[in-house]
Structure formats: C-alpha cells, structure tokens
C-alpha cells in the first residue's frame, strides 16, 4: 500500500500507474488556481445561512422584548393624539375599565434606528469574516487539512458495486459519476493480475447555443468543469476472464 497527501484539501484528479514494479500515484487540479478554488469550496453556505438565520431571528427577539409584549387581549378603543410635545404622536388605548397610554418620543424612535443598523452592520460583518477570512484562516491549519477528506465520508452516502467480466468492455471499466470524495478499491483474479492505470476526472462539457434568429448558426460555447461531478476508470492490460473488482464510493 502506497500513501500520498495532497497539499491543497480540494477534490482534484488522480492517476495511479501499476506498470512498474511499485505503483505510482499523481495528483492534479482541474484548475491553474488551486487554493482560489480551496476557499470557494469551504466557505461552508449551509452554516452561514443558519448561523444568518439565528442572528436575525435574536434580534428581532430582542427588539420585540425590549419593546414589550404585555398588550391587553380584549377589545378594544384606541384614539391617535397628534401634535404631543416631544413625541411623535401618542395613542390612548381603553379596554373595558382599563385605560392605556402610549407614546413614542423622537429620541426613542432614533434609537431604534440606530439599534437595527448596529445589528445588521454586525451581521454584515460576521458574513464577511466567514466568507472571506475564516476559510484562509482553515486552510493554514495542517490538522484541519489533514482531516477534512476523512471527516467528508458519509456512511450514508457510500455506494458498492462489483465488476465482473461482463462489465468489462475495451478492457476497461468505469465509474460513471460519483464526488470523488472516496474511492476503495479491491480486486481478485484477472482483475488484479492486469489492473494497469486508474483514472479519476471530472465531467466537462461545452455549452451548445444558437442565436435568436432564423439564420443563426449554432456556436461551442464555453467549456464547463464540474467540480462535483466525477468519473472513475480502471483499465486493464488485457481483459479479466475470472476474479473480480469490488468498489465502495462516494
């Protein structure tokens, strides 16, 4: 068994040659800009919109408490007083033998205001600390590189399969789609005997268009890597007539 780390902990392609007497194992990234990909893929959307969504829902909370929730709950007569000195307006609320007054000066409206820019200026900020800077800080981090691959692997997510000599075809066999975040491997027989090259890539493709008009061609566009979609495949110096290749991937 032969054991290599990648430097940089983004899904990337592999190539392994079983040509010489050891085995030989290649990285390689599906981009020039490796690390720029690294951040984009762990800025972690899932806790930041709930990390968003606790800090919005707090502050609401927090603004409802401070505001009071003790209204009256039957019904009843309210009366708007314009013109108050140094208020905006009050309002005289009478339920039943009960009387209420409220009044809204300047002052408190104004912090109000002030309160919910502070609170959506700290959470603009907090956005822009975990998508920005709290990636780069993780990816300095050799444990966190080190174990990140492992701790992706879901036990739910795992698929099997085993190839025989019926799933063989040009002497090779594939993996048609998967994350690339694990691949385990074992082969018996033919399979082991003539195993050669084990190829991982991404799926690409070129967008196809054609204009609006009648007489418009239609134009390769742009060529698309998908970086969560993946392939596998095993080739074999010649084809396997017995044995098996057993895989469990996710």
Not at 168 to 178: G, R
Not at 185 to 196: E, R
Not at 210 to 224: A, H
């Amino acid at each position: 068994m032969i054991k290599k780390e990648g430097k940089i902990p983004v899904n990337c392609r592999v190539d392994v040659d079983y040509t010489g007497k050891n085995p030989k194992v290649k990285f390689g990234y599906n981009t020039n800009k490796p690390n720029k990909q690294a951040i984009a893929q762990h800025r972690y959307s899932a806790p930041l919109m709930i990390t968003i969504l606790i800090l919005y829902v707090l502050t609401h909370a927090f603004i409802e408490i401070s505001l009071g929730t003790n209204y009256p709950k039957e019904e009843c007569n309210i009366t708007k007083n314009i013109g108050i000195t140094g208020t905006l307006y009050g309002l005289n609320v009478e339920c039943g033998e009960d009387e209420y007054y409220f009044s809204l000066s300047r002052d408190n409206a104004k912090g109000g205001v002030l309160f919910r820019l502070k609170a959506w200026g700290i959470l603009i900020i907090l956005t822009i600390f975990l998508i920005i800077i709290f990636p780069r800080i993780l990816l300095k981090s050799k444990r966190y590189k080190k174990n990140f691959p492992k701790n992706q692997v879901s036990k739910r997510r795992l698929k099997y399969y085993k190839f025989t000599k019926k799933d063989v075809e040009n002497n090779m066999v594939e993996i048609p789609h998967f994350g690339n975040v694990l691949l385990d491997y074992k082969a018996k027989g033919d399979f082991n005997k003539y195993l050669s090259h084990i190829k991982i890539r991404e799926h690409k493709y070129h967008n196809y268009k054609k204009g609006f008009g009648k007489k418009s061609k239609w134009k390769v566009g742009k060529l698309i890597r998908k970086d969560y979609t993946w392939y596998a495949r095993f080739f074999f110096s010649k084809t396997p007539k017995d044995g098996y290749l057993r895989v469990i991937y996710q």
